[in-house]
Protein backbone atom coordinates (compact mmCIF):
# COMPACT_ATOMS: atom_id res chain seq x y z
CA UNK A 1 0.00 0.00 0.00
CA UNK A 2 2.86 2.20 0.86
CA UNK A 3 4.36 2.72 -2.52
CA UNK A 4 1.31 3.53 -4.25
CA UNK A 5 1.40 6.96 -1.69
CA UNK A 6 4.22 8.54 -3.66
CA UNK A 7 1.85 10.06 -6.39
CA UNK A 8 -1.39 11.75 -5.75
CA UNK A 9 -4.10 9.79 -8.27
CA UNK A 10 -7.12 7.71 -8.38
CA UNK A 11 -4.84 4.81 -7.34
CA UNK A 12 -3.50 6.35 -4.46
CA UNK A 13 -7.03 7.48 -3.23
CA UNK A 14 -8.15 3.63 -3.17
CA UNK A 15 -5.55 3.19 -1.10
CA UNK A 16 -6.65 6.07 1.01
CA UNK A 17 -10.04 4.84 1.12
CA UNK A 18 -8.84 2.07 1.78
CA UNK A 19 -6.49 3.23 4.97
CA UNK A 20 -9.80 5.41 6.14
CA UNK A 21 -11.73 2.00 6.40
CA UNK A 22 -9.29 0.36 8.62
CA UNK A 23 -8.68 3.22 10.77
CA UNK A 24 -12.45 3.40 11.19
CA UNK A 25 -12.62 0.12 12.11
CA UNK A 26 -9.90 0.00 14.96
CA UNK A 27 -11.67 3.08 16.44
CA UNK A 28 -15.18 1.99 16.90
CA UNK A 29 -15.23 -1.81 17.47
CA UNK A 30 -14.14 -2.40 20.79
CA UNK A 31 -13.35 -6.27 20.51
CA UNK A 32 -10.40 -5.51 18.40
CA UNK A 33 -9.12 -2.64 20.69
CA UNK A 34 -8.39 -4.95 23.19
CA UNK A 35 -6.48 -7.28 20.88
CA UNK A 36 -3.28 -8.43 20.80
CA UNK A 37 -3.44 -8.23 17.53
CA UNK A 38 -4.58 -4.35 17.35
CA UNK A 39 -1.38 -3.47 19.14
CA UNK A 40 1.03 -4.94 16.80
CA UNK A 41 0.03 -3.05 13.83
CA UNK A 42 -1.81 0.31 15.86
CA UNK A 43 1.84 2.23 15.84
CA UNK A 44 2.20 1.02 11.87
CA UNK A 45 -1.44 2.84 11.25
CA UNK A 46 -0.65 5.83 12.94
CA UNK A 47 2.46 6.20 11.16
CA UNK A 48 0.34 5.51 7.65
CA UNK A 49 -2.24 7.83 8.57
CA UNK A 50 0.20 10.74 9.68
CA UNK A 51 2.14 10.44 6.17
CA UNK A 52 -1.17 10.80 4.70
CA UNK A 53 -2.50 13.98 6.52
CA UNK A 54 0.97 14.93 5.48
CA UNK A 55 0.67 14.23 1.72
CA UNK A 56 -2.60 15.69 1.58
CA UNK A 57 -2.43 18.74 2.93
CA UNK A 58 0.85 19.48 1.16
CA UNK A 59 -0.80 18.66 -1.81
CA UNK A 60 -4.29 20.54 -1.49
CA UNK A 61 -2.40 23.10 -0.52
CA UNK A 62 0.10 23.28 -3.11
CA UNK A 63 -3.44 23.60 -5.60
CA UNK A 64 -3.79 26.22 -3.70
CA UNK A 65 -1.21 27.84 -3.88
CA UNK A 66 -0.97 27.66 -8.01
CA UNK A 67 -4.69 29.95 -7.71
CA UNK A 68 -2.19 32.69 -7.30
CA UNK A 69 -0.57 32.51 -10.30
CA UNK A 70 -1.17 35.37 -12.58
CA UNK A 71 -3.83 33.86 -15.30
CA UNK A 72 -4.77 31.01 -13.68
CA UNK A 73 -8.69 29.91 -13.98
CA UNK A 74 -9.79 29.24 -10.28
CA UNK A 75 -12.76 27.69 -11.33
CA UNK A 76 -12.01 25.74 -13.75
CA UNK A 77 -8.94 24.41 -11.77
CA UNK A 78 -11.72 23.88 -8.93
CA UNK A 79 -14.11 22.18 -10.74
CA UNK A 80 -11.59 19.60 -13.09
CA UNK A 81 -8.99 19.38 -10.32
CA UNK A 82 -10.30 20.18 -6.90
CA UNK A 83 -13.57 18.23 -7.05
CA UNK A 84 -12.20 15.23 -8.36
CA UNK A 85 -10.29 14.48 -5.37
CA UNK A 86 -12.66 15.61 -2.83
CA UNK A 87 -12.31 12.67 -1.11
CA UNK A 88 -9.05 14.25 0.09
CA UNK A 89 -10.51 17.16 2.26
CA UNK A 90 -12.86 14.31 3.46
CA UNK A 91 -9.80 12.19 4.73
CA UNK A 92 -8.62 14.82 6.59
CA UNK A 93 -11.68 15.88 8.63
CA UNK A 94 -12.05 12.45 9.64
CA UNK A 95 -8.91 11.12 10.44
CA UNK A 96 -7.14 14.86 11.20
CA UNK A 97 -8.96 17.94 12.11
CA UNK A 98 -6.42 19.87 13.15
CA UNK A 99 -4.54 19.74 9.88
CA UNK A 100 -8.16 19.55 7.95
CA UNK A 101 -8.64 23.26 9.70
CA UNK A 102 -5.19 24.39 8.63
CA UNK A 103 -5.92 23.08 5.13
CA UNK A 104 -9.72 25.13 5.64
CA UNK A 105 -7.76 28.14 6.82
CA UNK A 106 -5.05 28.36 3.92
CA UNK A 107 -7.61 28.04 1.47
CA UNK A 108 -9.53 31.15 3.01
CA UNK A 109 -6.77 32.96 3.20
CA UNK A 110 -5.50 32.70 -0.33
CA UNK A 111 -8.76 32.74 -1.93
CA UNK A 112 -9.46 36.34 -0.11
CA UNK A 113 -6.16 37.17 -0.87
CA UNK A 114 -6.49 36.30 -4.44
CA UNK A 115 -10.19 37.47 -4.70
CA UNK A 116 -9.57 41.32 -3.11
CA UNK A 117 -7.16 41.59 -5.42
CA UNK A 118 -9.02 40.71 -8.39
CA UNK A 119 -11.70 43.13 -7.50
CA UNK A 120 -9.37 45.98 -7.15
CA UNK A 121 -7.87 45.70 -9.94
CA UNK A 122 -11.13 45.29 -11.63
CA UNK A 123 -12.07 48.52 -9.98
CA UNK A 124 -9.32 50.47 -10.95
CA UNK A 125 -9.70 49.22 -14.33
CA UNK A 126 -13.43 50.37 -13.92
CA UNK A 127 -12.58 54.00 -12.88
CA UNK A 128 -11.28 54.60 -16.19
CA UNK A 129 -14.39 54.10 -17.47
CA UNK A 130 -16.51 56.48 -16.07
CA UNK A 131 -18.24 58.95 -17.24
CA UNK A 132 -18.69 61.60 -15.15
CA UNK A 133 -22.18 63.19 -14.88
CA UNK A 134 -23.06 65.38 -11.19
CA UNK A 135 -19.92 66.09 -10.01
CA UNK A 136 -19.41 67.70 -7.08
CA UNK A 137 -18.48 71.01 -8.95
CA UNK A 138 -21.51 70.66 -10.97
CA UNK A 139 -24.03 70.40 -8.66
CA UNK A 140 -23.13 72.43 -5.26
CA UNK A 141 -23.09 76.17 -6.52
CA UNK A 142 -22.97 79.49 -4.56
CA UNK A 143 -24.45 79.90 -1.63
CA UNK A 144 -23.35 75.95 -1.10
CA UNK A 145 -26.72 74.29 -1.54
CA UNK A 146 -28.13 75.47 -5.28
CA UNK A 147 -27.19 73.96 -8.24
CA UNK A 148 -24.24 75.61 -9.94
CA UNK A 149 -25.60 74.61 -13.15
CA UNK A 150 -28.78 76.26 -13.09
CA UNK A 151 -27.15 79.95 -12.90
CA UNK A 152 -25.18 78.95 -15.83
CA UNK A 153 -27.54 78.73 -17.79
CA UNK A 154 -29.47 77.22 -20.69
CA UNK A 155 -26.76 75.50 -22.64
CA UNK A 156 -25.00 74.11 -19.68
CA UNK A 157 -28.22 72.21 -18.86
CA UNK A 158 -28.04 70.58 -21.96
CA UNK A 159 -24.64 69.84 -21.40
CA UNK A 160 -25.90 67.85 -18.49
CA UNK A 161 -28.99 66.61 -19.83
CA UNK A 162 -28.13 63.18 -18.11
CA UNK A 163 -28.73 64.58 -14.61
CA UNK A 164 -32.46 65.23 -14.78
CA UNK A 165 -33.51 62.74 -17.69
CA UNK A 166 -33.62 58.77 -17.88
CA UNK A 167 -33.57 58.65 -21.54
CA UNK A 168 -31.42 55.30 -23.16
CA UNK A 169 -30.10 55.40 -19.66
CA UNK A 170 -33.15 53.08 -18.49
CA UNK A 171 -32.00 50.41 -21.06
CA UNK A 172 -29.32 49.01 -18.26
CA UNK A 173 -32.18 47.96 -16.21
CA UNK A 174 -33.09 45.24 -19.81
CA UNK A 175 -29.29 44.47 -19.46
CA UNK A 176 -29.08 43.42 -15.78
CA UNK A 177 -27.87 39.83 -16.32
CA UNK A 178 -25.77 40.39 -19.33
CA UNK A 179 -22.02 39.86 -19.10
CA UNK A 180 -20.31 42.82 -17.68
CA UNK A 181 -18.01 45.09 -19.22
CA UNK A 182 -14.74 44.27 -20.57
CA UNK A 183 -12.36 47.08 -19.73
CA UNK A 184 -9.35 46.71 -22.27
CA UNK A 185 -11.86 46.43 -25.08
CA UNK A 186 -13.72 49.48 -24.03
CA UNK A 187 -10.79 51.62 -23.96
CA UNK A 188 -9.62 50.26 -26.41
CA UNK A 189 -13.07 52.03 -28.51
CA UNK A 190 -12.39 54.81 -26.07
CA UNK A 191 -15.86 54.31 -24.79
CA UNK A 192 -17.00 55.84 -21.78
CA UNK A 193 -20.24 55.06 -19.11
CA UNK A 194 -22.45 56.71 -17.08
CA UNK A 195 -21.36 55.11 -12.81
CA UNK A 196 -24.30 52.56 -13.06
CA UNK A 197 -23.78 50.64 -16.29
CA UNK A 198 -19.71 50.57 -13.98
CA UNK A 199 -21.96 49.41 -11.43
CA UNK A 200 -23.70 46.62 -13.21
CA UNK A 201 -20.71 45.23 -14.10
CA UNK A 202 -19.08 44.81 -10.66
CA UNK A 203 -22.49 43.38 -9.14
CA UNK A 204 -22.15 41.29 -12.18
CA UNK A 205 -18.52 40.19 -11.79
CA UNK A 206 -19.40 39.76 -8.25
CA UNK A 207 -22.62 38.08 -8.72
CA UNK A 208 -21.06 35.38 -10.41
CA UNK A 209 -17.60 34.91 -8.65
CA UNK A 210 -20.29 34.73 -5.27
CA UNK A 211 -22.21 32.19 -7.04
CA UNK A 212 -19.39 29.56 -7.90
CA UNK A 213 -17.40 30.17 -4.96
CA UNK A 214 -20.49 29.50 -2.75
CA UNK A 215 -20.96 26.09 -4.54
CA UNK A 216 -17.48 25.07 -4.69
CA UNK A 217 -17.12 25.47 -0.78
CA UNK A 218 -20.47 23.97 -0.24
CA UNK A 219 -19.65 20.82 -2.33
CA UNK A 220 -15.55 20.56 -1.28
CA UNK A 221 -15.51 22.01 2.44
CA UNK A 222 -19.10 21.61 3.14
CA UNK A 223 -18.43 24.29 5.63
CA UNK A 224 -21.12 27.59 4.41
CA UNK A 225 -19.23 29.68 7.19
CA UNK A 226 -15.67 29.56 4.71
CA UNK A 227 -17.41 31.50 2.01
CA UNK A 228 -17.99 34.75 4.21
CA UNK A 229 -14.28 34.18 5.67
CA UNK A 230 -13.19 33.89 1.98
CA UNK A 231 -15.01 36.90 0.63
CA UNK A 232 -14.41 39.40 3.57
CA UNK A 233 -11.57 40.70 1.72
CA UNK A 234 -13.43 41.51 -1.25
CA UNK A 235 -16.16 42.67 0.34
CA UNK A 236 -13.93 44.99 2.55
CA UNK A 237 -12.52 46.50 -1.32
CA UNK A 238 -16.09 46.67 -2.45
CA UNK A 239 -17.12 48.51 0.34
CA UNK A 240 -14.75 50.79 0.22
CA UNK A 241 -15.14 52.06 -3.45
CA UNK A 242 -18.89 52.28 -2.80
CA UNK A 243 -18.48 54.60 -0.09
CA UNK A 244 -15.88 56.91 -2.12
CA UNK A 245 -18.01 56.77 -4.84
CA UNK A 246 -21.58 57.69 -3.36
CA UNK A 247 -19.81 60.33 -1.53
CA UNK A 248 -19.04 62.14 -4.36
CA UNK A 249 -22.11 60.90 -6.06
CA UNK A 250 -24.44 64.20 -7.36
CA UNK A 251 -26.73 62.56 -9.91
CA UNK A 252 -29.68 61.24 -8.41
CA UNK A 253 -31.05 58.88 -11.69
CA UNK A 254 -27.87 57.31 -11.15
CA UNK A 255 -28.36 56.49 -8.02
CA UNK A 256 -32.08 55.47 -8.53
CA UNK A 257 -30.87 53.36 -10.95
CA UNK A 258 -28.25 51.60 -8.59
CA UNK A 259 -31.23 51.15 -6.54
CA UNK A 260 -32.96 49.21 -9.14
CA UNK A 261 -29.93 47.38 -10.07
CA UNK A 262 -29.59 46.29 -6.44
CA UNK A 263 -33.39 44.84 -6.32
CA UNK A 264 -33.16 43.50 -9.59
CA UNK A 265 -29.56 41.56 -8.71
CA UNK A 266 -31.73 40.23 -5.72
CA UNK A 267 -33.81 38.43 -7.42
CA UNK A 268 -31.49 37.08 -9.65
CA UNK A 269 -29.76 35.52 -6.83
CA UNK A 270 -33.30 34.65 -5.30
CA UNK A 271 -33.80 32.51 -8.67
CA UNK A 272 -30.51 31.17 -8.47
CA UNK A 273 -31.55 30.06 -4.40
CA UNK A 274 -28.07 31.51 -3.44
CA UNK A 275 -28.60 33.43 -0.21
CA UNK A 276 -24.50 34.24 -0.30
CA UNK A 277 -24.91 37.44 -1.30
CA UNK A 278 -28.54 38.81 1.02
CA UNK A 279 -26.54 40.72 3.50
CA UNK A 280 -24.20 42.41 0.73
CA UNK A 281 -27.15 43.23 -1.25
CA UNK A 282 -29.27 44.76 2.24
CA UNK A 283 -26.35 46.85 2.79
CA UNK A 284 -26.17 48.18 -0.83
CA UNK A 285 -29.01 49.33 -0.34
CA UNK A 286 -28.87 50.79 3.09
CA UNK A 287 -25.75 52.97 1.54
CA UNK A 288 -27.63 53.99 -1.89
CA UNK A 289 -31.01 55.26 -0.16
CA UNK A 290 -30.06 57.86 2.44
CA UNK A 291 -27.58 59.26 -0.23
CA UNK A 292 -30.21 59.27 -2.86
CA UNK A 293 -32.40 61.51 -0.78
CA UNK A 294 -29.26 63.67 0.33
CA UNK A 295 -28.93 64.32 -3.62
CA UNK A 296 -32.72 64.18 -4.09
CA UNK A 297 -32.59 67.29 -1.27
CA UNK A 298 -30.19 69.26 -2.73
CA UNK A 299 -32.67 69.24 -5.92
CA UNK A 300 -35.15 70.18 -4.39
CA UNK A 301 -33.43 72.94 -2.41
CA UNK A 302 -31.77 74.41 -5.60
CA UNK A 303 -35.30 75.22 -6.56
CA UNK A 304 -36.24 76.70 -3.74
CA UNK A 305 -33.13 78.59 -3.10
CA UNK A 306 -32.45 79.72 -7.07
CA UNK A 307 -32.45 83.35 -7.81
CA UNK A 308 -36.21 83.49 -9.99
CA UNK A 309 -35.05 87.36 -10.50
CA UNK A 310 -31.74 86.13 -12.08
CA UNK A 311 -33.03 83.01 -14.59
CA UNK A 312 -35.98 84.65 -15.71
CA UNK A 313 -36.15 84.93 -19.22
CA UNK A 314 -38.69 87.35 -20.98
CA UNK A 315 -40.81 85.15 -22.82
CA UNK A 316 -43.85 83.18 -22.39
CA UNK A 317 -42.44 79.34 -23.71
CA UNK A 318 -41.52 77.19 -21.51
CA UNK A 319 -38.72 77.90 -18.99
CA UNK A 320 -35.26 75.22 -19.42
CA UNK A 321 -35.29 74.76 -15.94
CA UNK A 322 -38.60 73.58 -15.70
CA UNK A 323 -38.22 71.45 -18.19
CA UNK A 324 -35.13 70.04 -16.86
CA UNK A 325 -37.15 69.35 -13.91
CA UNK A 326 -40.28 67.77 -15.16
CA UNK A 327 -38.08 65.62 -17.31
CA UNK A 328 -36.59 64.21 -13.84
CA UNK A 329 -40.14 63.66 -12.00
CA UNK A 330 -40.65 61.68 -15.07
CA UNK A 331 -37.47 59.32 -15.03
CA UNK A 332 -38.33 59.24 -10.99
CA UNK A 333 -41.30 58.02 -11.84
CA UNK A 334 -40.57 55.28 -14.04
CA UNK A 335 -37.64 54.02 -12.00
CA UNK A 336 -40.18 54.53 -8.60
CA UNK A 337 -42.75 52.09 -10.92
CA UNK A 338 -39.84 49.98 -11.47
CA UNK A 339 -38.31 49.33 -8.32
CA UNK A 340 -42.08 48.92 -6.93
CA UNK A 341 -41.41 49.82 -3.23
CA UNK A 342 -43.25 53.21 -3.49
CA UNK A 343 -40.50 54.81 -1.08
CA UNK A 344 -40.08 57.68 -3.95
CA UNK A 345 -43.76 58.43 -3.50
CA UNK A 346 -43.52 61.50 -0.81
CA UNK A 347 -40.49 62.43 -2.40
CA UNK A 348 -42.44 63.39 -5.85
CA UNK A 349 -44.66 65.26 -4.29
CA UNK A 350 -42.43 67.33 -2.30
CA UNK A 351 -40.38 68.23 -6.06
CA UNK A 352 -43.64 68.86 -7.44
CA UNK A 353 -44.36 71.51 -4.71
CA UNK A 354 -40.91 72.92 -5.79
CA UNK A 355 -41.50 73.26 -9.18
CA UNK A 356 -44.64 74.91 -8.67
CA UNK A 357 -43.22 77.39 -6.17
CA UNK A 358 -40.65 78.39 -9.03
CA UNK A 359 -42.92 78.15 -11.82
CA UNK A 360 -45.13 81.01 -9.69
CA UNK A 361 -42.10 82.74 -8.94
CA UNK A 362 -41.23 83.07 -12.67
CA UNK A 363 -44.74 84.10 -13.59
CA UNK A 364 -45.06 87.03 -11.27
CA UNK A 365 -42.25 88.76 -13.24
CA UNK A 366 -44.56 89.07 -16.16
CA UNK A 367 -46.07 92.58 -16.10
CA UNK A 368 -49.63 91.42 -17.25
CA UNK A 369 -52.00 88.72 -16.14
CA UNK A 370 -52.45 87.58 -19.28
CA UNK A 371 -48.66 86.84 -20.02
CA UNK A 372 -48.89 85.56 -16.61
CA UNK A 373 -51.38 83.14 -17.57
CA UNK A 374 -49.55 82.17 -20.57
CA UNK A 375 -46.30 81.39 -19.17
CA UNK A 376 -48.25 78.85 -16.76
CA UNK A 377 -50.59 77.53 -19.61
CA UNK A 378 -47.21 77.11 -22.07
CA UNK A 379 -45.34 75.57 -18.64
CA UNK A 380 -48.06 73.12 -17.76
CA UNK A 381 -48.83 71.70 -21.63
CA UNK A 382 -44.81 71.11 -21.84
CA UNK A 383 -45.08 69.23 -18.75
CA UNK A 384 -48.04 66.93 -20.07
CA UNK A 385 -45.79 66.04 -22.88
CA UNK A 386 -43.10 64.70 -21.18
CA UNK A 387 -45.19 62.64 -18.61
CA UNK A 388 -47.35 61.37 -20.80
CA UNK A 389 -43.71 59.67 -22.44
CA UNK A 390 -43.66 58.07 -18.69
CA UNK A 391 -46.77 56.28 -19.28
CA UNK A 392 -49.91 55.42 -17.09
CA UNK A 393 -47.55 55.70 -13.30
CA UNK A 394 -47.99 59.21 -14.33
CA UNK A 395 -50.99 59.66 -14.67
CA UNK A 396 -52.06 61.10 -11.50
CA UNK A 397 -49.60 64.14 -12.00
CA UNK A 398 -50.57 64.57 -15.72
CA UNK A 399 -53.89 65.07 -14.20
CA UNK A 400 -52.96 67.78 -12.03
CA UNK A 401 -51.05 69.46 -14.38
CA UNK A 402 -54.19 69.07 -16.82
CA UNK A 403 -56.03 71.07 -14.44
CA UNK A 404 -53.77 73.89 -14.23
CA UNK A 405 -53.40 73.96 -17.56
CA UNK A 406 -57.12 74.23 -18.24
CA UNK A 407 -57.75 77.15 -15.35
CA UNK A 408 -54.71 79.34 -17.06
CA UNK A 409 -56.25 78.72 -20.46
CA UNK A 410 -59.88 80.03 -19.03
CA UNK A 411 -58.07 82.69 -17.53
CA UNK A 412 -55.73 83.28 -20.45
CA UNK A 413 -58.60 83.42 -22.99
CA UNK A 414 -60.62 86.24 -20.78
CA UNK A 415 -57.35 88.12 -20.93
CA UNK A 416 -57.24 87.94 -24.19
CA UNK A 417 -60.39 88.77 -25.24
CA UNK A 418 -60.79 91.63 -22.47
CA UNK A 419 -57.20 93.04 -24.67
CA UNK A 420 -59.03 92.49 -28.38
CA UNK A 421 -62.62 93.19 -27.44
CA UNK A 422 -62.35 94.81 -24.11
CA UNK A 423 -65.75 97.09 -24.68
CA UNK A 424 -67.77 94.11 -25.77
CA UNK A 425 -66.93 91.64 -23.00
CA UNK A 426 -67.23 94.42 -20.02
CA UNK A 427 -70.98 95.32 -21.86
CA UNK A 428 -71.66 91.55 -21.70
CA UNK A 429 -70.86 90.88 -18.27
CA UNK A 430 -72.12 94.27 -16.35
CA UNK A 431 -75.13 94.04 -18.57
CA UNK A 432 -76.42 90.63 -19.72
CA UNK A 433 -77.07 87.64 -17.68
CA UNK A 434 -76.05 84.15 -19.43
CA UNK A 435 -79.86 83.08 -20.04
CA UNK A 436 -80.62 85.96 -22.04
CA UNK A 437 -83.60 86.32 -20.93
CA UNK A 438 -82.69 89.26 -17.64
CA UNK A 439 -80.35 92.23 -17.53
CA UNK A 440 -77.89 92.23 -14.65
CA UNK A 441 -78.29 96.23 -15.49
CA UNK A 442 -80.95 97.70 -17.44
CA UNK A 443 -78.98 99.11 -20.94
CA UNK A 444 -80.08 101.90 -22.62
CA UNK A 445 -79.32 102.40 -26.33
CA UNK A 446 -76.49 105.10 -25.91
CA UNK A 447 -74.80 102.60 -23.59
CA UNK A 448 -74.60 99.77 -26.38
CA UNK A 449 -74.61 102.03 -29.01
CA UNK A 450 -70.50 102.42 -29.29
CA UNK A 451 -70.02 98.92 -28.33
CA UNK A 452 -71.81 97.65 -31.95
CA UNK A 453 -70.49 100.20 -33.81
CA UNK A 454 -66.82 99.90 -32.09
CA UNK A 455 -67.32 96.17 -32.87
CA UNK A 456 -67.84 96.29 -36.43
CA UNK A 457 -65.32 98.23 -37.47
CA UNK A 458 -62.64 96.81 -35.55
CA UNK A 459 -63.50 93.17 -35.46
CA UNK A 460 -61.69 91.60 -38.10
CA UNK A 461 -59.14 92.97 -37.56
CA UNK A 462 -58.69 92.65 -33.98
CA UNK A 463 -58.90 89.05 -34.84
CA UNK A 464 -56.60 88.67 -37.07
CA UNK A 465 -54.24 90.50 -34.61
CA UNK A 466 -55.91 87.77 -31.68
CA UNK A 467 -55.10 84.80 -34.11
CA UNK A 468 -52.10 86.32 -35.09
CA UNK A 469 -50.75 86.26 -31.24
CA UNK A 470 -51.94 82.90 -29.79
CA UNK A 471 -49.77 81.02 -32.96
CA UNK A 472 -46.83 83.29 -32.26
CA UNK A 473 -46.57 82.65 -28.72
CA UNK A 474 -47.98 79.14 -28.03
CA UNK A 475 -45.29 76.63 -27.76
CA UNK A 476 -47.94 74.16 -28.78
CA UNK A 477 -49.69 73.92 -31.80
CA UNK A 478 -52.59 71.57 -30.38
CA UNK A 479 -52.72 74.28 -27.31
CA UNK A 480 -52.73 77.04 -29.97
CA UNK A 481 -55.69 75.36 -31.14
CA UNK A 482 -57.52 74.99 -27.98
CA UNK A 483 -56.92 78.49 -27.02
CA UNK A 484 -58.29 79.96 -30.18
CA UNK A 485 -61.30 77.74 -30.14
CA UNK A 486 -61.98 78.47 -26.49
CA UNK A 487 -61.33 82.43 -27.53
CA UNK A 488 -63.46 82.33 -30.90
CA UNK A 489 -66.10 80.44 -29.08
CA UNK A 490 -66.63 82.53 -26.20
CA UNK A 491 -66.28 85.68 -28.59
CA UNK A 492 -69.49 84.32 -30.62
CA UNK A 493 -71.37 83.66 -27.94
CA UNK A 494 -70.88 87.84 -25.65
CA UNK A 495 -72.04 88.93 -29.41
CA UNK A 496 -74.70 86.70 -30.00
CA UNK A 497 -75.88 87.85 -26.03
CA UNK A 498 -74.96 91.41 -27.25
CA UNK A 499 -76.87 91.44 -30.33
CA UNK A 500 -80.42 89.98 -28.41
CA UNK A 501 -80.29 92.29 -26.17
CA UNK A 502 -79.90 94.93 -29.11
CA UNK A 503 -83.36 93.61 -29.97
CA UNK A 504 -84.87 93.92 -26.75
CA UNK A 505 -84.14 97.48 -26.17
CA UNK A 506 -86.34 99.96 -26.96
CA UNK A 507 -85.06 101.57 -30.18
CA UNK A 508 -82.47 99.18 -30.65
CA UNK A 509 -83.72 98.37 -34.56
CA UNK A 510 -81.96 101.75 -35.32
CA UNK A 511 -78.64 99.66 -34.95
CA UNK A 512 -79.27 96.73 -36.89
CA UNK A 513 -77.45 98.07 -39.44
CA UNK A 514 -74.03 98.31 -37.66
CA UNK A 515 -74.59 94.88 -36.10
CA UNK A 516 -72.90 92.23 -37.39
CA UNK A 517 -73.94 88.65 -38.66
CA UNK A 518 -73.63 86.01 -36.32
CA UNK A 519 -73.03 84.34 -39.74
CA UNK A 520 -70.01 86.60 -41.10
CA UNK A 521 -68.34 86.09 -37.62
CA UNK A 522 -68.70 82.48 -38.36
CA UNK A 523 -67.26 82.04 -41.18
CA UNK A 524 -64.39 83.97 -40.55
CA UNK A 525 -63.50 81.98 -37.20
CA UNK A 526 -63.55 79.27 -39.65
CA UNK A 527 -61.43 80.80 -41.71
CA UNK A 528 -58.71 81.45 -39.00
CA UNK A 529 -59.82 77.67 -37.69
CA UNK A 530 -58.56 75.92 -41.10
CA UNK A 531 -55.12 78.00 -41.01
CA UNK A 532 -54.43 76.33 -37.58
Avoid at 280 to 290: F, G, N, Q, R, S
Wanted: glycine share 4%; proline share 2%; charged share 25%.
Amino acid sequence: MESSFWQVNDDYIKSLNMLSKKLRFAQVDPLLNASKALKDIKQELERLRKKALSKVSAYVIGIFSSMRKPGTNIQILQQNLLQKYRYLVLFLKEHGIETYNDVCAAYVDKMNKVLSEDFRVYLESLESLKLDIGVSTDVIGYDANVLDLIPRGREQLRNHHFMFSLGERSNILKEIDQPGLVPCISEANSLKYPYEVIFRSLQKLLMDTASSEYIFIKAFFREESMFYQVFEGPFAVIDENMKLTLANSHDAICLMLMICITKKHQLVMSNRRLPCLDTYLDKALIYLWPRFKIVFDMYIQSLYQCDAKMLWVDGTHPHHIVRCYMEFTASLIQLNAECGDGQLDMSLKRLRLAVDDLLVRFAEKFATQKLQHLFLLNNCDMAISILKEAGEEAKELRRYFEEKLESNLVSFVDELLMEYFGDLIKFVKNHISEDLISYTECPKIADVELVVKNFAVKWRTALELMHNEVVTCCSNFVSGMAILKAAMAQLLNDYNRLSECVKMIPGGSSLNRNLVSITSISYEIRKYSRTL
